[in-house]
């Protein structure tokens, strides 16, 4: 199995800024991709995801504030929040993707992190 452990969150004053980091160990096999999401009103919304070839995307949210990274050697993904505001406030929850043989046609597994809290005041 995979676990994600995940970390960086914490409470912020609107405007500051956070970096969330998630580790992955186990038994990993082709990492397709890794990311975050998190659950506005139980209705889970992309932050951020990274490929295995470095393409990267964003929630409409948080485009321009958000910068997703990855250390593939460590199995590890980084999200530098900056400019943060109210309603990033939520719980935010790593996410990996990953396939037995290549990611382009192959089926993926999907796991879950436990959720890092993010708290951003006014």
């Known amino acids: 199995q995979v676990q994600l452990v995940g970390s960086g969150g914490g409470l912020v004053h609107s405007g500051e800024s956070l970096r969330l980091s998630c580790t992955a160990s186990g038994t990993i096999f082709n990492i397709c991709s890794m990311g975050w999401y998190r659950q506005p009103g139980q209705q889970t919304e992309l932050v951020a995801t990274i490929?295995?070839?470095?393409?990267?995307n964003y929630g409409d949210s948080v485009k321009g504030r958000f910068t997703i990274s990855r250390d593939g050697a460590k199995d590890t993904v980084y999200l530098q929040m900056s400019s943060l505001k109210p309603e990033d406030t939520d719980v935010y929850y790593c996410?990996?993707?990953?396939?037995?043989?290549?990611?382009?046609?192959?089926?993926?597994?999907?796991?879950w992190g436990r959720g890092t809290q993010v708290t951003v005041s006014s």
């Open positions: 490929t295995n070839d470095g393409t990267t």
């Open positions: 996410n990996l993707k990953m396939a037995k043989g290549p990611c382009s046609g192959s089926v993926t597994s999907n796991f």
